[in-house]
């Protein structure tokens, strides 16, 4: 089964991590897909795994939070008459600080590239993605990453959780505005909760530091403890979510949140 045979598929922050996993996921899936990132050993790395399986990719070094960058690259789908059916906007970051030892560059930078890249994204696909729709039975789609940090509070970085919970409410005001303009795109999103990438690591370390008294082997078991299903997750186990919102499977979803946390939002 190819769900993506003819698709064309941007994926943000797909140079590793969950954005790496669902790259790979969906080029096994018959999607060509176009990597974003501004990491580009890994990116080209990804790329070379995804062609040795006869599959489809190529790589772009686009910061999301640049608007030139995002015009360029529009540019250049157009010029060689490109079409783009799925967009995952999948590329952010982590503070994992203290609010009061925050610099003004760190929100800055934090807010650009997790909210900004975002609207970026959008902005600049959307012409793509209704030309796409139009050709298909059941629109084309946008996939965002949010996560439980956007459903409740964090504990370890309220201003991660400021951006995520931007995300869920521009998720499902965006899913409204293509319903109300008929414009054949669904969009949904994506909320994970402590997955095992550098991302993953870089919530240990901030629990670490904010309580002196853990060691590391502590500070990840906490997360563990925190998850009723007894561990944590994998970016396969998100990517998996991604492709089905990706694929006609999902066809009368948009505006939708999937919760892929072990139960960690249950409690
Ligand atoms: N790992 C988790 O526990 C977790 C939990 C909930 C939500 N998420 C969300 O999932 C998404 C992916 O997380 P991850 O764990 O794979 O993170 P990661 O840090 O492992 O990978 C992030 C990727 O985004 C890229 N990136 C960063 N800034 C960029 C920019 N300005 N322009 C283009 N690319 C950029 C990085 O180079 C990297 O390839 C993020 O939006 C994150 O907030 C992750």
Redesign the pocket.
């Given at each position: 089964m190819m769900p993506l045979l003819n698709k064309n598929a941007v994926i943000?922050?797909?140079?590793?991590?969950?954005?790496?996993s669902v790259s790979l996921s969906l080029a096994n899936a018959g999607a060509k897909v176009f990597i974003?990132?501004?990491?580009e050993i890994?990116?080209s790395n990804t790329v070379k795994q995804i062609l040795n399986q006869k599959e489809k990719a190529s790589f772009y070094k686009?910061?999301?939070?640049q608007e030139k960058e995002w015009d360029k690259f529009s540019k250049k789908l157009e010029n060689e008459n490109e079409s783009i059916d799925i967009l995952v906007n999948?590329?952010?970051?982590?503070l994992g600080k203290e609010i009061n030892d925050v610099s003004m560059e760190e929100y800055q930078r934090l807010i650009?590239?997790?909210l900004t890249?975002v609207f970026l994204g959008i902005k600049y696909l959307t012409p793509f993605l209704i030309d796409a729709g139009k050709k298909s039975k059941y629109g084309s789609s946008i996939i965002n990453?949010?996560?439980?940090?956007g459903l409740v509070g964090s504990q370890l970085d309220p201003l991660?959780s400021m951006t995520?919970g931007g995300i869920t409410t521009f998720t499902k005001s965006m899913a409204i505005y293509f319903g109300k303009k008929k414009l054949p795109i669904r969009i949904n999103q994506v909320?994970?909760?402590?997955?095992?990438?550098?991302?993953?690591d870089?919530?240990s370390d901030a629990r670490l530091k904010q309580n002196p008294n853990m060691t590391s082997e502590d500070s990840y078991l906490a997360g563990i403890s925190q998850t009723p299903i007894g561990r944590l997750?994998t970016?396969e186990e998100?990517a998996k979510t991604i492709l089905f919102l990706s694929s006609d499977e999902s066809s009368f979803m948009t505006g939708s949140s999937l919760v892929v946390d072990g139960g960690l939002t249950a409690q």
């Open positions: 943000t922050g797909g140079s590793k991590g969950i954005g790496k974003l990132d501004i990491d890994n990116g686009i910061d999301v939070s999948n590329a952010g970051i982590w650009s590239i997790n890249g990453l949010s996560s439980v940090a991660y995520k909320h994970p909760g402590i997955i095992e990438t550098e991302m993953g870089q919530v997750g970016a998100v």
